[in-house]
């Protein structure tokens, strides 16, 4: 037996405790390592892109000391892009790894719930039956939205109204996830209609910039916008990570949990609030955006377990990470051109949910 911190352990509670410890400083170096990419791409984000300056007048643009048109692209293009990439793709995946913690679904993600369908509705409404986005272009070959404050503002107001369907139906089996899961997939697939109908009857140029609108697409972030996101996750990731302890008890079963004194039908309902109500922010402002909240959380679980104290920071950062690799690889694939963020995201998400899926049957089997 040997003595620690005033307590006497046998061996095998001092291995498991030398072995513990080990453990936690293998994920925290994994959660700086994480930070440490998010600088890095950061960096590579800022210096590169489809716009036709160098990489040195990119890099004398960050302090303002380039050419005018590289101080401009560099502080009113790419970085409001660069920061809405950051929060983003950590609301999305701070919100899948919780999401898939209070409902034991590791398929679960922030659009499972239909927000995003909800939030692709109302823009819709806002550029076909209000107005908002009559379709022109300004050189011959780009395209805008002509109100895209409204576009978002009726994206949100839906995405949000889907949330609290969402709870209201769920309300009446007290939250169970096979409900809410349902809910969600039900509420979704009506959006979807409505979405379908809409354009129907309206006019080609209108379906085309609603359709433009539901790219996923960065370079529309403003720094209002970015402000408004990171005060909204900001808030959740912080009401999530003192949660972080009833989280991990329902991620070991709803009967544990409540043995445990946790009141699991309002830490689902606080939960799915804040997750939908990220979704809802990030689609409004920058269109949807798939996977991040699927892969991130799942490949960070197969490498440090599911501790919400260690998972969540890790979880969220990685998909900063695969947001800010995604966005950069969407301005250099094509030299010139500038691809929706939310088609590289499913070109590469899309394999790796199928890896998960299958390696996943494997390992159970």
């Not at 005033?6 to 291995?15: A, F, P, R, S, V």
């Not at 930070?35 to 300056?53: A, E, H, M, R, Y």
């Not at 107001?157 to 369907?165: D, M, Q, R, T, W």
């Not at 005060?231 to 008890?249: C, E, M, Q, T, W």
């Amino acid at each position: 037996m040997v003595m620690n911190e005033n307590y006497l352990l046998t061996k095998d509670e001092q291995n498991f405790y030398e072995g513990y410890k080990k453990s936690n400083r293998k994920k925290n170096l994994l959660i700086l390592i994480l930070f440490i990419l998010v600088i890095v791409f950061s960096i590579v984000s800022v210096l590169v892109g489809s716009s036709n300056i160098g990489f040195i007048e990119s890099l004398k643009g960050i302090f303002m000391q380039g050419s005018d048109k590289a101080n401009l692209i560099v502080w009113n293009i790419r970085m409001p892009r660069l920061i809405a990439a950051i929060i983003a793709g950590f609301g999305l995946a701070a919100a899948g790894t919780v999401m898939q913690g209070v409902l034991k679904n590791p398929m679960v993600s922030p659009s499972t719930l239909g927000v995003s369908n909800a939030a692709v509705f109302g823009a819709n409404i806002a550029i076909i039956v209000l107005g908002a986005g009559v379709f022109h272009s300004t050189d011959g070959t780009s395209l805008t939205i002509s109100n895209p404050y409204l576009v978002s503002s009726i994206a949100f107001l839906f995405a949000f109204i889907s949330v609290l369907l969402i709870l209201f139906l769920s309300k009446f089996r007290k939250f169970s996830p096979e409900t809410i899961v349902l809910s969600g997939v039900a509420i979704g697939t009506l959006f979807s209609a409505g979405t379908t109908l809409v354009q129907y009857f309206s006019l080609d140029t209108q379906v085309a910039a609603a359709v433009y609108w539901s790219f996923g697409d960065l370079s529309r972030a403003t720094y209002s916008e970015d402000l408004i996101m990171f005060i909204i996750v900001g808030i959740s990731f912080i009401i999530f990570y003192i949660l972080r302890h009833k989280l991990n008890a329902l991620s070991s079963g709803e009967e544990n949990a409540k043995s445990l004194g946790v009141n699991v039908e309002l830490v689902r309902f606080i939960v799915l609030l804040l997750s939908s109500l990220i979704t809802a922010v990030c689609v409004s402002f920058l269109g949807v955006i798939g996977f991040i909240g699927l892969a991130a959380p799942q490949i960070i679980k197969r490498i440090i377990g599911n501790n919400m104290r260690f998972t969540l920071f890790a979880s969220s950062l990685f998909g900063s990470v695969l947001l800010l690799v995604c966005d950069t690889l969407a301005r250099v694939i094509i030299p010139g051109s500038n691809l929706p963020v939310g088609a590289v995201t499913a070109m590469f998400g899309a394999p790796i949910f199928i890896f998960i899926l299958f390696n996943g049957r494997r390992h159970r089997g």
